[in-house]
């Protein structure tokens, strides 16, 4: 809506209302209206502009004519000196409000270029913050779009081939002056939208479309050297992500190799001196050689437990868990952990509950039971071996539920919600050997599973539970 014609009767009823103040209610010279008349034109020229001071200042050299000169009441002038006057008033009239009307323009564009600069620190602030986890080029064009107030604002990502939309606005068809705009590194416009090169250096690595009523082209240049420094810096932050998964598989594989070095040397210590002992020795009595044999049979089925347990974790640290799940009894697998777990049982109180309203349910008894002895085991490991043990199994609404408590120090609030994380140890415990890996891989089971692992803890209480969800039927998944 064009306000222009009520700017300019607005200042015209002003005009009508100071010349009947001054010509009826308090009469006033010549000389005391002029400056009163100067007063108005300079007001309006520096709210509203120089066309609306103009009209009024020509319309005021009118009125002070008719009212205010004499011959007073026409528009005749008399005195040569009232012509000077008039044209003195005239021109005053209008050089000061093309001066006001300047100076206003001036403080406009001054406040302007303080938007700008003000809205491109905070659009570098902005890129500071996008956080890791949300695509980062959207995010980028967002948060564009929402502190220049954009109608559209459009990214062509020339190395992922991607396009990455923001704004109210649709425009369609921009795809391949995008590509071609970033391809030659040039700039372009048409009556919708500005297009510009993004680079880096001297290499243009994306383009940018904008919509907007009115953008100066240094901020234009100033948006994109900063999505090219953001666009560089989520490169950067994926190249450190590589990098520390790299390494983080590589202390895994190294972790987990000392390991389970360190728990083959046991079984297989065992067998090496049954057998060496049958071979010194054998006449032995009957009795003393079957002794010895059930005894290196015993080690040879835990060697064989824990071959199969350092092949699921190989297939945990691939990134992709394959689940083969078939019908199974969480009981049952829980009297496989704890026979397996016999030697480390040995002398401590166990109490195994299960509800009789349990059904068996759809998992893979591979990777459950690992899951499972690693809460059993930490159970042992972490408790006063004079302290009991419970293992619950119990229906949980649609999930089927196994509790592993035990009577140990119980763990600290601040440290529940961490020790999920990969390789993370509490320093309480930092004397006692793990690779800090137990309670990450079965939680990865259990989330592979579409359950859940919990903790709760108390000084003298510590309780996981695994929740895995009821299920009748299945077939392999494959989870990342």
Not at 216 to 236: C, F, M, T, Y
Not at 408 to 427: D, W
Request: hydrophobic share 45%.
């Amino acid at each position: 809506m064009n306000l222009r014609p009520i700017r300019i009767l607005f200042s015209l009823a002003g005009l009508a209302a100071l010349t009947f103040a001054a010509h009826r209610l308090v009469p006033v010279n010549a000389t005391t209206i002029g400056f009163a008349y100067l007063l108005l034109v300079l007001i309006v020229a520096s709210t509203w502009g120089f066309i609306e001071a103009s009209i009024l200042s020509i319309a005021a050299t009118l009125v002070f004519n008719f009212f205010f000169l004499p011959p007073v009441g026409t528009f005749t002038v008399a005195d040569p000196q009232n012509w000077v006057a008039l044209v003195t008033f005239l021109t005053t009239s209008l050089i000061a409000s093309r001066l006001s009307t300047k100076a206003r323009r001036r403080a406009l564009d001054a406040i302007e270029r303080q938007q700008d600069i003000e809205r491109l620190y905070a659009f570098s602030r902005a890129i500071l913050l996008i956080e890791d986890s949300t695509p980062f080029p959207a995010e980028l064009m967002r948060k564009l779009a929402e502190i220049f107030q954009l109608d559209l604002a459009v990214l062509y990502d020339r190395r992922a081939g991607e396009f990455y939309r923001a704004g109210p606005s649709d425009l369609a068809g921009l795809e391949d002056q995008l590509r071609d705009v970033a391809l030659k590194g040039i700039s372009s416009s048409n009556p919708s939208c500005t297009m510009t090169a993004v680079r880096l250096g001297s290499e243009p690595i994306a383009s940018l479309a904008i919509q907007s009523d009115r953008m100066p082209d240094s901020v234009l240049q100033g948006i994109a050297n900063l999505v090219a420094i953001g666009l560089e810096r989520a490169k950067a932050q994926d190249l450190a992500s590589e990098v520390e998964a790299t390494r983080r598989s590589e202390q895994l594989r190294t972790t987990l190799i000392d390991a389970m070095a360190h728990e083959f040397k046991t079984p297989l210590t065992s067998i090496k001196a049954t057998t060496t002992l049958l071979l010194d020795s054998p006449d032995q009595p009957k009795e003393n050689r079957m002794e010895l044999l059930k005894l290196a049979d015993e080690e040879a089925q835990r060697l064989g437990s824990l071959i199969d347990d350092t092949v699921a974790m190989a297939r945990l640290d691939t990134g992709h868990i394959m689940v083969n799940p078939e019908i199974s009894d969480a009981a049952e697998i829980v009297n496989e952990v704890v026979k397996s777990l016999d030697a480390e049982l040995r002398g401590r109180s166990l109490e195994i509950i299960q509800d009789h309203d349990v059904p068996v349910t759809v998992f893979d008894r591979n990777l459950i039971k690992l899951a499972m002895k690693q809460l059993v085991d930490n159970a042992i490991k972490y408790s006063p071996p004079n302290t009991p043990l419970m293992i619950r199994v119990r229906l949980d609404d649609n999930f089927v539920a196994v509790e592993v408590t035990d009577r140990g120090k119980g763990i600290p609030a601040q440290e529940q919600t961490r020790i999920f994380e990969r390789f993370y140890r509490s320093p309480s415990v930092k004397h006692q050997t793990g690779s800090g890996l137990g309670l990450s891989i079965a939680e990865s089971i259990l989330h592979a599973h579409g359950g859940e692992l919990t903790v709760r803890s108390r000084p003298g209480e510590t309780t996981f539970c695994m929740r895995l969800p009821m299920q009748t039927t299945g077939e392999r998944i494959e989870r990342g």
